[in-house]
């Protein structure tokens, strides 16, 4: 047996491997969400349509026999604090969504914090739900899909952006390595989404907003199609930007982080 | 003697019930024989439903392969039928459906393996293909099995698979050329540049001298797929494994190159022995390809007689493993000889919720 050019250890071939993703959806219940736009209908309020579509997003990401199998999804809510509104599981799992608490606030550190703090036991917890004789189960880097209006608040003053985003550059650095992909509804904060998005070296970035003519069910449907994009595509140089969803505009580098 | 002739008279002229015991007992036959050819007919459909042996890979092991599936073994492919779902599996019993399709019979011949004599490339953007033939003459003779599956995702999406093979016969070398590419996903023309990467191979490797390096047809082959790209402006990209096959009294040589997670494998003795892979430890679905890198990876084996020489896309190798996964258990049992096509197909299609991506192999078996 003879090697013409010395080639990759062979260690990584010893068992055969199944890829698993862990997906976050997060969102913001903060009053300000709770808020129908001017001359709205408080049941047009943004934080009753998400409440709303959350069940549907995970119908249709069910309908997915690639996520339906291979990913595993995660709800979490926040205000002055987070919650879970659905544990870290496969889809195929029936688990029931909580209902959010009612709170004030806008914490982006508490929960940016918590999935930190998360992250290892959910990874743990795939890992053994997934586990099969002669299959190693690799854990991708996980998906954050954080919808928001973009306006961190926490006791009774607006949290400072270095306060939240330690734990957001925990998050997105090793080990953990998360891509996040901010989603704001129309007359959220441009900068902010794009401070807490990932995207490539080039400056774009997973920021995005979704225009006023939008249908619930429309963005239902784009945060699933991002969500598809996101997973199981053999790529050239790792997945870091997802196209932009039909119904939303990816936000440009705000002016004050171009200098 | 009158009296005694009298008297036997009454006798004679009875009933005589012989002929009609006769034809009773025949017509009871002939409903008996009837009887037992409808219910022979009805078990072997039956059996037919019932006895799938496809591989089929559930959470807690293997499907359990058939009893005498042993080497060259007759009544082997009688046994190797596909696995239907349970749930269906057990109405089609009850109703005692006939699911003859894909269910062979006893009788079954093994079947005529046509010499490869031209360059076959596969490419089924829309549906699953098999290729099987053979090549070189007498104790220096490979036999070829070729398949792509399109994947679930790609089902599911309404969208063309993206892998492509091909298989020639190089006269002057006396030798066999397989390619196996896999277009990335995250580009659309992925499809097109796989199936153009395997095109460049088969032209590169039919017209190699003798003498010449096998490995060294890496390059050329990449060069028709940059420019390719460059010409048609695609959004496309492809791994590439390409490997050179040459009988030899002892077996074969084995070389291969590659670029990218298609792998090659070799399975001899019930054991798989991985030839070329790229895996990824971190979980993420990055990989080198064509036309950005066009540096190949080479190696060159002996593969005694009885070895199995596979390439395949990460689909499908990503699923064998050298300390026995599951897939690879399963084949190394069911590999000792090559299936029919139609069961090669079905294996390379092998049921399993976590493996949703298009599939490829080329299987050579060294004989």
């Given amino acids: 047996m003879t090697t013409q050019q010395p080639t990759a250890s062979f260690e990584g071939a010893r068992s055969a491997r199944i890829r698993t993703y862990l997906i976050y959806i997060v969102l913001d219940t903060s009053e300000s969400m709770r808020t129908p736009a001017r001359g709205a209908a408080p049941q047009d309020a943004p934080l009753q349509h998400f409440v709303n579509l959350i069940p549907r997003m995970l119908r249709d990401l069910a309908d997915s026999p690639v996520i339906n199998s291979i990913a595993s999804v995660g709800v979490l809510a926040f205000n002055d604090r987070p919650e879970v509104l659905r544990p870290m599981t496969s889809l195929v799992q029936a688990v029931a969504i909580g209902k959010p608490r009612l709170g004030y606030g806008t914490d982006y550190a508490s929960v940016l914090k918590f999935m930190v703090e998360q992250h290892p036991k959910d990874v743990r917890a795939v890992n053994l739900g997934r586990a099969r004789e002669g299959l190693t189960v690799d854990v991708a880097r996980p998906w954050v899909f954080f919808i928001t209006d973009g306006r961190p608040y926490a006791r009774s003053a607006n949290q400072e952006t270095a306060e939240w985003m330690v734990h957001r550059d925990r998050l997105v650095n090793l080990p953990i390595g998360a891509r996040i992909a901010a989603i704001g509804l129309p007359g959220a904060d441009r900068d902010t989404l794009w401070e807490l998005a990932t995207g490539d070296d080039n400056g774009s970035r997973n920021a995005f907003i979704s225009d006023r003519r939008t249908t619930p069910r429309e963005l239902s449907g784009s945060v699933v199609d991002a969500i598809q994009q996101s997973i199981g595509m053999s790529t050239s140089a790792g997945m870091l930007t997802i196209e932009s969803p039909v119904g939303m505009r990816r936000i440009d580098r705000p002016r004050r982080a171009q200098g | 003697?009158?009296?005694?002739?009298?008297?036997?008279?009454?006798?004679?002229?009875?009933?005589?019930?012989?002929?009609?015991?006769?034809?009773?007992?025949?017509?009871?036959?002939?409903?008996?024989?009837?009887?037992?050819?409808?219910?022979?007919?009805?078990?072997?459909?039956?059996?037919?439903?019932?006895?799938?042996?496809?591989?089929?890979?559930?959470?807690?092991?293997?499907?359990?392969?058939?009893?005498?599936?042993?080497?060259?073994?007759?009544?082997?492919?009688?046994?190797?039928?596909?696995?239907?779902?349970?749930?269906?599996?057990?109405?089609?019993?009850?109703?005692?459906?006939?699911?003859?399709?894909?269910a062979f019979g006893p009788s079954r011949r093994r079947p005529t393996e046509p010499v490869l004599t031209s360059a076959v490339l596969i490419h089924g953007p829309w549906f699953h293909t098999v290729y099987h033939g053979c090549g070189g003459s007498g104790g220096a003779r490979v036999v070829i099995r070729a398949a792509t599956v399109r994947g679930v995702a790609h089902a599911f999406d309404g969208t063309p698979a993206q892998d492509a093979c091909g298989i020639t016969w190089n006269q002057e070398r006396q030798s066999l050329i397989a390619a196996v590419a896999d277009g990335l996903g995250s580009k659309p023309d992925s499809g097109d540049v796989a199936h153009h990467a395997v095109a460049g191979v088969l032209r590169e490797g039919q017209r190699l001298a003798t003498g010449k390096d096998f490995a060294a047809i890496l390059e050329p082959a990449a060069g028709h797929v940059r420019r390719f790209v460059e010409k048609n402006q695609f959004s496309g990209a492809t791994t590439l494994v390409l490997s050179e096959i040459r009988?030899?009294?002892?077996?074969?040589?084995?070389?291969?190159?590659?670029?990218?997670?298609?792998?090659?494998?070799?399975?001899?003795?019930?054991?798989?022995?991985?030839?070329?892979?790229?895996?990824?430890?971190?979980?993420?679905?990055?990989?080198?390809?064509?036309?950005?890198?066009?540096?190949?990876?080479?190696?060159?084996?002996?593969?005694?007689?009885?070895?199995?020489?596979?390439?395949?896309?990460?689909?499908?190798?990503?699923?064998?493993?050298?300390?026995?996964?599951?897939?690879?258990?399963?084949?190394?049992?069911?590999?000792?000889?090559?299936?029919?096509?139609?069961?090669?197909?079905?294996?390379?299609?092998?049921?399993?919720?976590y493996f949703t991506d298009d599939r490829t192999a080329v299987a050579v078996w060294i004989r």
Avoid: C
């Fill in chain 2, 1 to 102: 003697m009158r009296r005694a002739e009298v008297l036997t008279e009454p006798a004679r002229a009875g009933y005589d019930l012989g002929p009609l015991v006769g034809a009773l007992l025949f017509l009871i036959a002939v409903f008996a024989l009837v009887l037992w050819l409808r219910r022979r007919r009805d078990r072997v459909v039956t059996r037919s439903v019932q006895t799938g042996a496809g591989v089929m890979l559930r959470e807690g092991g293997t499907s359990r392969p058939p009893k005498q599936a042993g080497a060259g073994s007759r009544s082997a492919p009688s046994q190797q039928r596909f696995r239907l779902p349970s749930a269906r599996l057990g109405k089609f019993a009850r109703l005692g459906k006939p699911v003859r399709g894909l």
């Fill in chain 2, 247 to 353: 009988p030899t009294p002892d077996g074969a040589e084995v070389t291969v190159s590659a670029v990218g997670d298609s792998e090659a494998w070799f399975l001899h003795d019930g054991t798989w022995t991985v030839l070329h892979h790229e895996r990824r430890s971190d979980g993420e679905n990055v990989t080198r390809h064509l036309p950005s890198q066009a540096r190949g990876r080479a190696r060159r084996v002996r593969v005694p007689h009885g070895s199995v020489v596979v390439l395949a896309s990460d689909g499908f190798a990503s699923a064998l493993g050298m300390d026995g996964s599951p897939l690879g258990r399963e084949l190394a049992a069911r590999w000792r000889q090559p299936p029919p096509p139609v069961e090669f197909l079905a294996q390379v299609g092998f049921e399993d919720e």
